[in-house]
């Protein structure tokens, strides 16, 4: 069983910067497609970043224009998600999944896809 637990999120002012962290339990990491997703109360949940399992090609959602930076580190069953210049609307609790294989979509996957979620980090940007 695939178990996600996520880290590295707080408050931080806009403009700056944060590393999250998601550490994978389970066997065979490498095989899965595995994501960012955040969400805020009252909204869905929506994708930020995805590596698909076929072939690690990333795929980031239209917001990020290149602030953010996805990664997967498979000797560490690590994924990151390296975020700059932060902006107050980027406040949401972040979540990292993990599913085998990727979706076979085109883009981020829509959340209901990914099998393995953590439990979510917090991420708060001030103005």
């Known amino acids: 069983q695939m178990q996600l637990a996520e880290s590295g999120g707080g408050l931080v002012q806009s403009g700056e910067s944060l590393r999250l962290t998601c550490v994978a339990s389970?066997?065979?990491?490498?095989?899965?497609?595995v994501g960012w997703f955040r969400q805020v109360p009252g909204k869905e949940r929506e994708g930020v970043a995805v590596?698909?399992?076929?072939?690690?090609?990333?795929y980031y959602a239209d917001f990020v224009n290149g602030r953010f930076t996805i990664s997967k580190d498979n000797a560490k069953n690590t994924v990151y998600l390296q975020m700059n210049n932060l902006k107050p609307e980027d406040t949401a609790v972040y979540y990292c999944?993990?599913?085998?294989?990727?979706?076979?979509?085109?883009?981020?996957?829509?959340?209901?896809?990914?099998?393995?979620w953590g439990q979510g980090t917090q991420v708060t940007v001030s103005s």
């Open positions: 999944a993990a599913t085998v294989p990727s979706p076979p979509v085109i883009g981020i996957p829509r959340y209901t896809l990914y099998d393995h």
């Open positions: 389970g066997r065979n990491f490498h095989w899965y497609g």
């Open positions: 590596i698909k399992s076929s072939d690690d090609s990333t």
